[in-house]
């Protein structure tokens, strides 16, 4: 099915992007300035789409059944996926994790993703979600391009991230290499 393929390109480039942006980031940049960082940022893009495909699936999220929250020194809390209404300034700022760990958490959720999004039929793109506190309840579909968008919108926010770290703002072309800023 077309949408299938469509979906699994794009999550796709997001998977080869957060590893090319993370390939040479160092710890430091990681947890650096500006707020929510980096590092959080990276973490979110993986535990929206946990929380998601997860739930969707009807199977327990990874971050929990595979002890992942553990790993990262967090609390094995289903809801917690970053919302900023439940992340205050202070968990933000005090996260941390290393590239690897980052990546090796991604690896397992791009994992769940392709697997999920190769079972899909049209009816259950189309299933309707109970989120009764939508006037308009969402369909499979929808919810699959919310966290498509989430996760475009914090990779997006890393590349910048790491180029203001490097080079002050979004300048490739003074940058020695400006493949590295991707």
Do not use: C
């Amino acid at each position: 099915m077309i949408a299938n393929d469509l979906l699994l390109d794009a999550f796709t480039r997001v998977h080869e992007s957060l590893h090319r942006t993370l390939g040479d980031i160092t710890p430091e940049e990681l947890v650096k300035e500006p707020h929510p960082s980096t590092g959080w940022l990276a973490w979110r893009i993986s535990r929206v789409m946990d929380s998601n495909v997860s739930r969707l699936s009807g199977r327990e999220q990874l971050w929990i059944g595979e002890g992942w929250a553990g790993r990262f020194g967090m609390p094995p809390e289903p809801a917690d996926y970053g919302r900023s209404a439940r992340h205050t300034r202070e968990q933000v700022n005090s996260f941390r994790a290393s590239a690897q760990q980052l990546l090796d958490y991604h690896d397992t959720t791009y994992e769940r993703m392709k697997t999920y999004l190769s079972s899909l039929s049209g009816d259950e793109f189309a299933r309707e979600l109970d989120e009764p506190q939508y006037d308009l309840r969402p369909t499979v579909a929808v919810r699959l391009v919310s966290v498509l968008e989430n996760a475009m919108t914090n990779e997006g926010q890393i590349s910048y991230l790491k180029a203001y770290h490097r080079l002050g703002g979004w300048f490739p072309r003074e940058a020695k290499d400006p493949a590295s800023l991707r």
